[in-house]
């Protein structure tokens, strides 16, 4: 649904250097999947949403939304769209900040009390509805902007770093609004520095560093790690945690009563905890350090970092 062909985008900066903020990104969203996107500062996100939204045109290269271009697509189907930066003027009121989006997006005025009912309700501002956007929290100024961009029906939703600002609770009720959003018409883009979240909540994510996609990462049904794969994990015991620096020598205190261990494979792992446990110790936790996207992320900006220098 979503198409980035061999685009580039090149700015000039004051001093007259180029620079290159996507090179060759090839890319496709499907219609049905969440589809996640991360990376450093200065990745190359912002670029992109830009080029999706039309806001810029490519350097090189073309992107197409159903075969349109993006401009085009959008002022004929619309966009969801949630800006990194919510920004509205302090003084509307929540609700009339809903109805005058929903006015601008195009709701049909018979249908327009329902939508923002909606909304409203979906994203828990009930209690706000009548406050000025400059008494809101930064919590609730978030979920107000979530609420805007999720007024309308379209068939591509937008969402920069849209947990930014929100307590636990409504993070995890995010995931909610989320999964309520899929539909097999519809492509989901989530830009977010929380890969926990993106792990949780995309069937694929993308990874940016330096203005290449250095590699797409499927979430859903992922496969574990071969067995011959290393990777570090976290142990902790409620018994006999002098033990550990005999069998795993480097292992590293990183505090509530966790430790760290150097990569390791699966055998080496199960052969040391065994060992543990032979000595009368007691396993009480043995987990991977980093979440398959996170070692993912890791490897990916390393790579990328060693190309850069």
Same mark, same amino acid.
């Given at each position: 649904?979503?198409?980035?062909?061999?685009?580039?985008?090149?700015? =000039?900066?004051?001093?007259?250097?180029?620079?290159?903020?996507?090179?060759?990104?090839?890319?496709?969203? *499907?219609?049905?999947?969440?589809?996640? /996107?991360?990376?450093?500062?200065?990745?190359? $996100?912002?670029?992109?949403?830009?080029?999706? @939204?039309?806001?810029?045109?490519?350097?090189?290269?073309?992107?197409?939304?159903?075969?349109?271009?993006?401009?085009?697509?959008?002022?004929?189907?619309?966009?969801?769209? @949630?800006?990194?930066?919510?920004?509205?003027?302090?003084?509307?009121?929540?609700?009339?900040?809903?109805?005058?989006?929903?006015?601008? &997006?195009?709701?049909?005025?018979? $249908?327009?009390?329902? *939508?923002?009912?909606?909304?409203?309700? =979906?994203?828990?501002?009930?209690?706000?509805?009548? $406050? =000025?956007? $400059?008494?809101?929290?930064?919590?609730?100024?978030?979920?107000?902007?979530?609420?805007? &961009?999720?007024?309308?029906?379209?068939?591509?939703?937008?969402?920069?770093?849209?947990?930014?600002?929100?307590?636990?609770?409504?993070?995890?009720?995010? *995931?909610?609004?989320?999964?309520?959003?899929?539909?097999?018409?519809?492509?989901?883009?989530?830009?977010?520095?929380?890969?926990?979240?993106?792990?949780? /909540?995309?069937?694929?994510?993308?990874?940016?560093?330096?203005?290449?996609?250095?590699?797409?990462?499927?979430?859903?049904?992922?496969?574990?790690?071969?067995?011959?794969?290393?990777?570090?994990? *976290?142990?902790?015991?409620?018994?006999?945690?002098?033990?550990?620096?005999?069998?795993?020598?480097?292992?590293?205190?990183?505090?509530?009563?966790?430790?760290?261990?150097?990569?390791?494979?699966?055998?080496?792992?199960?052969?040391?905890?065994?060992?543990?446990?032979?000595?009368?110790?007691?396993?009480?936790?043995?987990?991977?350090?980093?979440?398959?996207?996170?070692?993912?992320?890791?490897?990916?900006?390393?790579?990328?970092?060693?190309?850069?220098?």
């Amino acid at each position: 649904m979503i198409a980035f062909d061999h685009v580039g985008k090149r700015y =000039r900066s004051f001093t007259g250097r180029e620079v290159r903020a996507l090179d060759d990104l090839t890319l496709e969203l *499907r219609p049905g999947e969440v589809f996640g /996107l991360a990376g450093p500062n200065g990745a190359g $996100k912002t670029t992109l949403i830009a080029l999706l @939204l039309g806001f810029l045109g490519p350097s090189e290269g073309t992107v197409r939304i159903a075969g349109l271009e993006p401009r085009r697509f959008i002022e004929r189907h619309g966009v969801g769209y @949630l800006s990194e930066l919510v920004n509205i003027p302090p003084a509307w009121r929540a609700e009339e900040t809903l109805r005058r989006y929903a006015l601008l &997006a195009g709701v049909e005025p018979a $249908k327009l009390r329902a *939508r923002v009912d909606d909304a409203i309700e =979906r994203l828990g501002l009930g209690e706000h509805r009548g $406050k =000025r956007v $400059k008494q809101l929290s930064k919590g609730n100024l978030q979920r107000l902007g979530l609420a805007q &961009a999720l007024l309308c029906e379209e068939q591509v939703v937008v969402l920069d770093e849209p947990t930014h600002g929100l307590d636990p609770v409504w993070t995890q009720r995010f *995931r909610d609004v989320v999964t309520a959003l899929r539909r097999d018409d519809r492509v989901i883009l989530i830009a977010s520095h929380n890969l926990d979240e993106l792990a949780r /909540l995309a069937d694929r994510v993308g990874i940016l560093d330096h203005g290449r996609l250095r590699r797409v990462v499927a979430m859903r049904g992922a496969a574990p790690p071969p067995d011959g794969a290393a990777a570090p994990y *976290r142990i902790a015991l409620a018994r006999g945690a002098e033990l550990v620096p005999d069998v795993f020598p480097h292992a590293r205190d990183v505090g509530q009563g966790e430790l760290e261990l150097d990569a390791l494979t699966l055998q080496e792992i199960n052969a040391g905890i065994a060992t543990l446990i032979a000595r009368g110790a007691l396993v009480s936790l043995v987990i991977p350090a980093h979440s398959l996207l996170e070692q993912q992320f890791r490897e990916a900006v390393s790579a990328a970092g060693a190309e850069a220098t």
